[in-house]
């Protein structure tokens, strides 16, 4: 078994019978900062339809920006699309929006409701070039429909 299908696991033991996403959303990144080595920052940016904005959710890492507008910066790109964004290199993210000055790539994982609508993304930073691959980014996918399926 990985690294990364053990984290899979420890999210659905860990998050049995909990259905209070704010609950599940600190636990899981709390999950992700302490199993993943070379990150920087682990958390979650939630739909709001209000708005039509990003909020901060729950994370780990240092202070973060609050709100993020679709289709601006990693994950806005990631909630309009509701596709997976895997960014070797930040500083050639044409929108890039630098909260922290340390992280030099991302992984930003759209998390869907059953109905296909945007619930949120998962965010990861990493002090690294190229930290996030295809296969990390299947295995954080798997990792968000689990964390999902406590929440939706």
Request: aromatic share 8%; glycine share 6%.
């Amino acid at each position: 078994m990985t690294e990364l299908s053990l984290l899979n696991e420890q999210v659905s033991a860990l998050l049995t019978d909990e259905h209070s996403a704010i609950a599940n959303l600190a636990n899981a990144s709390a999950l992700i900062n302490e199993s993943v080595p070379d990150l920087n920052w682990a958390g979650f940016y939630l739909y709001n339809s209000q708005s039509n904005q990003l909020d901060l959710g729950p994370f780990q890492g240092k202070v973060a920006c609050m709100h993020i507008e679709l289709g601006k910066g990693v994950c806005g790109v990631a909630a309009s699309t509701k596709e997976t964004q895997i960014v070797d290199d930040v500083s050639k993210f044409a929108s890039y929006i630098a909260c922290d000055s340390a992280a030099k790539s991302e992984l930003v994982v759209p998390m869907l409701k059953e109905d296909g609508s945007l619930y949120g993304v998962l965010d990861l930073d990493a002090p690294i070039l190229s930290r996030f691959d295809q296969s990390f980014a299947d295995q954080m996918n798997e990792f968000a429909k689990r964390l999902m399926s406590t929440i939706d």
